[in-house]
């Protein structure tokens, strides 16, 4: 069993959707939590960085954490095209290693 | 958040050779990263780099593989030795931020023949 799952996708959704994007991980001592935006050819972008659980909001984005269910989520509301990417969530117990998942594909179309 | 720049951005290797990836950060941080992405693969540590020590290797990769230079707290560089077709993959260096998060620069993309 991996570390941290996360659903490859593609997830594909209209333009103005809600987008959820999660990952489940089983090493109960992740204490932060990131989510990374990848687009082809690029290095991954922090979008969102929360610490144990909870929610934690920035624009159109939000991320929530439970421990509790050893789970995490990304929400994106009125998605649009350009937010088309990989998106990355990664994890880490405080020793600044951090794991990654495998990333899920979105598309966004207008 | 630090401004993170890589040197070569890509570039197409022979096998048996080696190449010099290099990491510039605008400003000084203790701790630098080597991570790896093989095409349609997540971020694998490779390598944490501290300035004035010897670097500490994930398992699985090796120093005479992967030797790694940190003369000083802006720069760092990650050496692929002895390149083989499962070398070709994205390289990326990061830094931390002011907590535990990091941020990456654009990438070395590699392709050995």
């Known amino acids: 069993q991996k570390e941290v799952e996360q659903d490859p996708g593609p997830l594909s959704v209209p333009e103005g959707a809600i987008v959820s994007l999660n990952c489940t991980y089983s090493n109960s001592a992740f204490q932060y939590f990131m989510w990374y935006r990848q687009y082809s050819r690029k290095g991954p972008e922090l979008l969102m960085y929360?610490?144990?659980?909870g929610n934690k909001e920035d624009g159109r984005f939000t991320a929530q954490v439970d421990k509790s269910s050893k789970y995490i989520s990304l929400f994106i509301r009125d998605s649009q095209p350009s937010d088309s990417a990989t998106y990355l969530c990664?994890?880490?117990?405080?020793?600044?290693?951090?794991?990654f998942g495998t990333g899920t594909r979105l598309l966004v179309s207008p | 958040s630090a401004v993170i720049s890589q040197k070569p951005s890509r570039d197409i290797c022979q096998r048996g050779t080696s190449l010099t990836i290099q990491c510039q950060v605008d400003?000084?941080?203790?701790?630098m990263f080597w991570y790896r992405q093989q095409p349609g693969q997540s971020l694998t540590l490779i390598a944490t780099?501290?300035?004035?020590?010897?670097?500490?290797?994930e398992s699985g990769f090796v120093i005479d593989k992967f030797p790694i230079s940190r003369p000083n707290l802006t720069f760092s560089t990650l050496t692929v030795s002895n390149m083989s077709p499962e070398d070709s993959s994205i390289y990326l260096c990061s830094v931390t931020g002011e907590g535990y998060e990091q941020y990456f620069g654009p990438g070395t993309r590699l392709t050995v023949t």
């Open positions: 929360t610490y144990s659980s």
């Open positions: 990664a994890m880490g117990t405080g020793f600044q290693k951090l794991v």
């Open positions: 780099a501290n300035q004035g020590s010897e670097a500490t290797y």
């Open positions: 400003s000084q941080v203790t701790m």
